[in-house]
């Protein structure tokens, strides 16, 4: 039986709200689908699935709160059913057929409950399978029904207000520890765009509206990229610098009734522009509803934000714990430029690095800088 | 109750006085056992009743357990109000036959002719370090027999008065005194009420959880309940009293309230008074269990000298808090 | 399809689009991104739906054709009568 | 401490008393052989102990004692109860098991109650009943009732614990209490010899400073003289007495028994000792009756008998709804 369990979505994280369930006892699930959602200071986390198999029983109920690690659900895995079926009886053809798909749905773990706990869900119409016991051995008692028929009570509305409150919290207290703690240093230069503009300009001839490419996708493109030149960058201060392997970049999304959220864009190095504007697509919207994977929420190694497409022009952030770095665009604008003596007007984009001064030095910083560059001149090689 | 005036006074004697008291309200009640007259009884319970009252209300019996058992069933049919005392309730095994064959048959065999009115008082449990053969706890074993009816003296309130009530029943009644409290002080009312042995009673009203105990087990739980308090646990404590008829509705009612039951008692926890009223919630009150029924009995052993031991043998004050922060996920 | 109906359409993609903001409110010559702050890529999801509902390719040199509401109508109007 | 009592007793009766003597042993008799008959044909069932040829001692004894007596007795107590002069119709409306029966048939054959007729059962623990009359001796001495209680039993109880406790109780607080010991020289199937080490069971009574006597117990007219100086004795001095009437049971202990304790040629032997026509011969003899009489008895008798049988054919089965009924007391007696 594996054991699905609360995730850790961040250093700081040390319980979960558990807000809803997207599968019930008997659901089939495979790496990655996304079977609950857990309210988390960060907002609401679409919490996925890292094994294959048969849900046999959820343990958490929604609405309960319960620390990293505990048992949200239960899964009975391929394996094991497939254990199931060998040791059946062989018996007649058409009964054998029946009997195989009676063990693909696997009939729902016997669920724990005390009397007066079943006799309320059944007078209430409770579902006890998603009801997480606290008692004795994980039993599912009065109370916790109770909290289960207030919860079916309560708006859902209620519940993302209450959200957006507590991201705000969350940044707060992010940022405020950056800041105390995090001795930022700042970089900026100026980046020719007309290059990659072009580039822009013809991949999108080629492509679908639907597949077009927004100049975003080709910056975090390039700065992924970059990282993997000055790899400093991409990394944890936790005890000393921790460099990151694999480059996941926090993409900062402002949320229009306030607040952010920063899911990660995995393997940015790996991706082609295409398949990153793919990730945005798939990830802005539900970001935009805060519906995002646990691992998208956790596993950012460092953050790129991009307020360009007010009026903005630069912007300095400020840096996400444990992250070392944080890389601000600001709008692209039309701008004199100067070049081999000639002056020019080119689209313009300003970059910013703000960087954590124990894990690296402004050398390091600005030889990142240099890398985005180049690379931005020839987005071609990309 | 109109009257809050207290007296301190000893578990024994509250039953003194109500030795006392029987037997100045009736003249057909006389007190028969062994060393109750010029010993004065041997935990002194009826020390200086024999100047007060005569060797005619006041018998000293050899030690024939039977005889003077049986004796005190023909009084009772042939129109007297015997209190028998047997000494202890280990003893009380050798006048098993009267009280089995004969108290709590003749009524029923004799087709509803022949009442056997018969008090019968034996001192009970286990603390004093009397070994295996003088530390039983024998309820369950009477409990179980048709035609007596059992009664647990848990508090000094219950000393004071049960024996008044018992003599007012028309049936064989055998009250369990308990010897470990005999020294015990506690304040009871100086007008307490006359005891209603029909029904359990509540030494402690609590929502969170039902302890259902007796006898020598009703101070350390409500010494629990306190405890438990303190922990935000609010503990009601069911006195059962009357071990036979049991009181179901006061217990019932009790569990419908608190949806949680741990009953707590001296005696071997197997085939028990708990066992009994365990099977009793689970057949009548099952669905408003929110956790299973829990027991805390005294361990299956024959009770050994050594007081480590002999503590180890019941359920203690802190085995209760233990056992109610468990059952409710209270750690 | 009438002018009246593009309209609608317009506000209705956008508010799915951006529901807490307030398209109806938008006036003619007001820059639908600035005013109702669509960043890039949801104005991007904005074109796309009005791709998937009008059947209209809309190159990219010709988004600032679309940058109010009436520029779009117009705009739209005409890509249809032109496919007609 | 032993008091001589005759063995033989001749023309001490009248004619009514010595035809009332005779018809109460034949009722007896007959009574029982119709129950032994019902019992074969599964009309009675449980136990069922029959006290043929030990007659004269309840009947003897029963002569002694006034409707004031408490009278307790065994679980072979028919011909106690039919001799304290209880319903024969009750008694065997019991044993049928239906509710018109002495104890409403709850208790049936061993435990023949009747509280209007003072006869405090049909107890069917041997000895056990001792205490019960020792205790309602003491009652009867504290209320200062003037009566007596009466306790038959068996040989097999003497060896009882409980006998000795009782016999030591009753002479250490003095209550009259008569105790009869039924002495028919076997308990169950084991013969006095192998239970007793000292036979003569009237030598037990000395040892506790308790009056005893030993009589005849194939004899009425002893046993009822017997009896009449041992009741005197208890009322006079409100101490206890133990009477031993050594008696003989004709037929097996109860209804299933081999007999393989004893040989036949015994009970024939004893059974030339019968009360019943010794006292007939007797009265015939001493011309205080006729033939014609004990024809009249016979007829009288089997017409009793056959009224009861009728009767207890004819009674009722308690409803099963009253299962419940007398294990406590509906009402608080004050």
Redesign the interface.
Known sequence: MIEFTMPSLGADMEAGTLSEWLVKAGDKVKRGDIIAVVDTQKGLIDIEVFDEGVIQKLVTKEGEKVPVGSVLALILSDKEQGNVKEEKPEISPIIEAKATEKVAVVPPARIKASPLAKKIASDQGIDLTNIKGTGEEGVITKEDVEKAIAAKEKPQEVKRAASSETIRMAIAAAMSKSNKEIPHYYLQTKIDMRNSLNWLSEANKQRSLKNRLLPVALLLKATAKALTIVPDLNAYWENGLQRKADINIGFVISLRGGGLMIPAIHDGAKKSVDEIMATLSDIIPRARVMKLRSSELSDSTITVTNLGEGSVETVFGVIYPPQVAIVGFGNISEQPWAENGMLDVRPVLSVTLAADHRATDGHIGSRFLTELNNILQNPEAI | MNNNNTIQLTYREALKQSIRQALQKDERV?LMGEDVGRYGGAFAVSKGLLQEFGP?RI?D??L?E???????????????R?VVEVMTVNFGLLAM??IV??AAT??????????V?LVLRMSSGIGRQLAAQHSHSWEPLFAHI??L?IVSVGTHEDARQVLLAAL????PVIIFEYTSMLNLESEISTNPETVDLVHAKIRKEGKDISIITYGAAVYKSLEAALDLAAKGIDAEVVDIRMLR?LDETTIFTSVSKT?HALLVEDAWRSISISSEISALIMEKS???????VQRLGGVEVPIPYPKHLEDACVPQKEDIVKKVI??L?HD | MTEQEIRQLIFQLLKKIAPDTEPEKLQPDDDIRHTLEIDSFDYLQFIVAIDEQLELDIPEEDYGKIDTVKNMTNYIISKKTKKV | METVLPQETHATVDRTHGLYLLQQMLLIRRFEEKSAEAYSKGKIRGFLHLYVGEEAVAVGVMQALTREEYVLSTYREHGHAIARGIDPKKIMAEMYGKQEGCSRGRGGSMHLFDVTANFFGGNAIVAGHLPLSLGMALASKKQKKGNITCCFFGEGAAAEGEFHEVMNLAALWQVPLLLVCENNLYAMGTAIRFTHSMQELERKGSAYGVESAAVNGMDVLAVEQAAHKAVEKVRTTGKPFFLVCNTYRFRAHSMFDAELYRDKSEVEQWKREDPIPRLQQLLLSEGLISGDDVSQIENKVEELVQQSVDFAEEGTWEPVDQLTKFVYSELKTK
């Open positions: 006389f005619e018998m019996t050899p024939s039977s005889g003077f058992v049986g004796a005190g069933i023909g009084a009772a049919i042939a129109g007297m015997p036959d009267q064959n004969n003749l009524y029923h065999m004799s087709g509803g002719q022949v009442n009115p048709p035609g009816k007012e029943e028309s049936d008829p949806h099952f669905y408003e269990l929110d956790s299973p468990k059952m996920h």
